[in-house]
């Protein structure tokens, strides 16, 4: 069974400073599909990111960027430039490639953005 | 339009009502998911529907009884509830030809079994 780590409860960054969210897994297949989403306080879940395990090059969506470690099944966020509007849950999630699945949730980070 | 909608957004409901969730998407995603959120914890998946047919159930207890009428709605029925099945209930949806993507998901109904 697979199964997704985030080592941090907690995470706190200075507005306008960078911060990195940590993410491992643990699957026996070759072929899937990581994704960060983010739930503010509102609890809406949005997807910030995702990552195609069959392409070495790391996501980027505006702010947000990945670095993705294929060999140390690691996946980690690094929000650039952070803004107030950042301040959420943010889950690290995993799903196997074909047809209807279910994802694999971390237990979320919590970052706080202080102004 | 990329929007999941769920009605209604609060339910408070005791042990012996019976109630209904209510979830719709117009994106024409062929599957369709109820997700139970507690409160600090991530969700934790209860149905999915494929094509309107339930095609995973994570071993949910029967007074949560799902229903996919159309492509576009996804409900959930509730009866006899429990205390402790208060919770943020989300529904998702997403394609499902070839490989697929992300899963959309909605703002959530807030239920409380008194």
């Known amino acids: 069974a697979q199964t997704v780590t985030q080592s941090q409860p907690e995470m706190s960054v200075q507005e306008a400073e960078t911060v990195t969210l940590s993410c491992t897994y643990d699957?026996?297949?070759?072929?899937?599909?990581l994704f960060w989403y983010k739930q503010p306080p509102s609890r809406q879940m949005i997807l910030v990111i995702r990552?195609?395990?069959?392409?070495?090059q790391n996501a980027t969506e505006n702010r947000f960027s990945v670095n993705f470690q294929k060999a140390a099944k690691s996946f980690s966020l690094k929000i650039s430039d952070s803004q107030l509007g950042d301040a959420a849950m943010y889950f690290c999630?995993?799903?196997?490639?074909?047809?209807?699945?279910?994802?694999?949730f971390g237990q979320g980070t919590r970052l706080t953005i202080n102004p | 339009d990329t929007e999941v909608t769920q009605t209604p957004k609060h339910l408070v409901m005791g042990m012996t009502n019976k109630k209904s969730l209510k979830c719709e998407q117009h994106?024409?995603?062929?599957?369709m998911y109820w997700y139970k959120q507690k409160a600090k914890k991530p969700p934790e998946l209860m149905f999915v529907?494929?094509?309107?047919?339930?095609?995973i159930n994570e071993s949910v207890p029967s007074r949560f009884s799902p229903e996919c009428p159309n492509s576009s709605l996804l409900n959930l029925h509730l009866h006899a509830l429990q205390p402790e099945d208060s919770a943020l209930y989300l529904c998702?949806?997403?394609?499902?030809?070839?490989?697929?993507?992300?899963?959309?998901f909605g703002p959530g109904t807030r239920l409380t079994v008194t």
């Open positions: 998702a949806s997403s394609p499902y030809e070839g490989k697929t993507y992300e899963q959309y």
């Open positions: 699957t026996s297949e070759s072929d899937y599909y």
């Open positions: 990552q195609e395990a069959y392409k070495q």
């Open positions: 999630a995993y799903r196997r490639i074909w047809g209807a699945q279910k994802l694999v």
């Open positions: 994106m024409g995603h062929r599957a």
């Open positions: 529907y494929s094509y309107e047919k339930l095609s």
